[in-house]
């Protein structure tokens, strides 16, 4: 199993970026579809962004697409999260997320692998 760690998030004014990032031990991350979830208070964890493999294939999440941006370092077995044009319903955990399987899923339960999450705070 791929250990998964978060880091990046913070508080920030509506309108403004951060970078998250996802630093994975233990395994290589070439052999990960790798996610991004989120998951704001009294809500369900939800899908935000995922990268295939080698990093050629994403899937965005409507309500980040345009905003958001994930890519993926694999010889330094690392994923990022580009956040742009921040909102204040941006607001949650964001975590990592690594899945086994060669296809880009977005249904959490498919994912094996998660990091402890980094708080995200957007303010109006």
């Known amino acids: 199993q791929v250990l998964l760690v978060e880091s990046g998030g913070g508080s920030v004014q509506a309108g403004g970026s951060l970078t998250l990032s996802c630093a994975a031990s233990g395994r290589t991350i070439s052999d990960y579809t790798m996610a991004w979830f989120r998951q704001a208070p009294g809500k369900e964890r939800e899908f935000v962004a995922a990268i295939s493999r080698s990093g050629g294939s994403t899937r965005i999440a409507d309500f980040v697409k345009g905003r958001f941006t994930i890519s993926r370092d694999n010889a330094k077995n690392t994923v990022s999260l580009q956040m742009n044009s921040l909102k204040p319903e941006d607001t949650a955990v964001y975590y990592c997320?690594?899945?086994?399987?060669?296809?880009?899923?977005?249904?959490?339960?498919?994912?094996?692998?998660w990091g402890q999450g980094t708080q995200v705070t957007v303010s109006s």
């Open positions: 997320a690594a899945d086994r399987s060669v296809l880009v899923r977005t249904a959490r339960w498919l994912y094996d692998s």
